[in-house]
């Protein structure tokens, strides 16, 4: 391997453990705005949030593999478009999608559930897209990634933290809505001013390489936010539902990707880079289209 497959990260084993450790409570967070109803309501309606499942989880991930195909980008620029695209919904998806008049609580059911479910699906979607393609192919086989390994690791980072933080919101919801807006701020604070300091900390490779995956990286979320709409309105969902599914597919928790770059692929700088742009493009993407929906006014059966 040479130029961007080549390039190795600086994460010290104790930076890694404080990722870790912000992405749970990140997560924490996010479990505080989940209640039981999220749950009963995809029970109650399973079809659209069903829709967006698979639009997550199936139909991003395949048109993933083909874009790759298609651009041909450098191995580990490849594997980190497939592992963003086996990731779960991001943790803004439900505020753009307010933004946008969209259906916040489909939003939420199907961000919540794509969550739960990461903890099996984004090993097994990994696993089955990147051993289609023979280079990503050649880098799993390289370091031997095992589904179950990735499935603990997700389960500590995402699992746990999730169930506190609804156990939490359960067991003390008094406590709960005065820590919920102050937690959410303060954990994305976090984990962002974190994210700028990985970088900083590999700044030369991130300034001579993210020209690389900039394109990749903008016609992948594009193409992310437009499965998810079409995707939507194949199976006949209303426009607000369309702007949830939208969002669901199209905002994606590249900071798990970013851990799972460091913890099974050492580093890789394409596939490090592509997460960490990815988590600053996808706010800009998914803000400039939020915006533009909400000066677009829903159709009159939309809107009752």
């Not at 593999?65 to 490849?78: D, M, T």
């Not at 974190?194 to 900390?201: E, G, H, K, T």
Request: with cysteine; charged share 10%.
């Amino acid at each position: 391997m040479n130029g961007i497959d080549a390039v190795r990260l600086n994460f010290s084993p104790t930076t890694l453990h404080a990722l870790n450790a912000i992405l749970g409570i990140v997560m924490f967070g996010v479990a505080l705005d989940l209640r039981r109803e999220d749950f009963l309501r995809v029970a109650a309606n399973p079809r659209p949030v069903l829709i967006g499942l698979a639009g997550h989880y199936v139909v991003f991930p395949a048109f993933t593999f083909l874009l790759v195909l298609l651009i041909k980008p450098p191995p580990s620029v490849a594997l980190g478009m497939m592992l963003v695209a086996s990731c779960p919904a991001g943790n803004i998806s439900n505020f753009l999608v307010n933004l946008a008049h969209g259906n916040t609580a489909l939003s939420v059911s199907i961000s919540s559930t794509s969550t739960v479910l990461s903890v099996l699906a984004t090993p097994l979607v990994l696993r089955f897209w990147g051993s289609m393609y023979a280079p990503t192919r050649v880098i799993l086989h390289a370091v031997a990634v095992d589904p179950l390994d990735m499935f603990i690791t997700i389960f500590v980072l995402l699992g746990l933290p999730l169930a506190a933080g609804m156990y939490v919101q359960h067991r003390f919801p008094a406590f709960t809505d005065r820590v919920r807006q102050p937690m959410k701020r303060l954990s994305i604070g976090i984990f962002v001013a974190f994210l700028v300091l990985a970088l900083a900390a590999n700044w030369q490779y991130f300034v001579k390489y993210v020209g690389r995956v900039v394109f990749a990286v903008l016609v992948h979320n594009a193409t992310a936010l437009t499965v998810g709409y079409w995707t939507a309105a194949i199976f006949g969902l209303p426009v607000r539902d369309r702007r949830a599914v939208s969002f669901e597919v199209g905002i994606q928790n590249s900071g798990l990707g970013l851990i799972l770059v460091f913890t099974f692929f050492g580093g890789l700088g394409g596939a490090a880079i592509v997460a960490a742009w990815w988590g600053i493009w996808h706010v800009v993407a998914g803000l400039s289209l939020a915006t533009f929906w909400s000066r677009r006014p829903l159709p009159a059966a939309a809107s009752t």
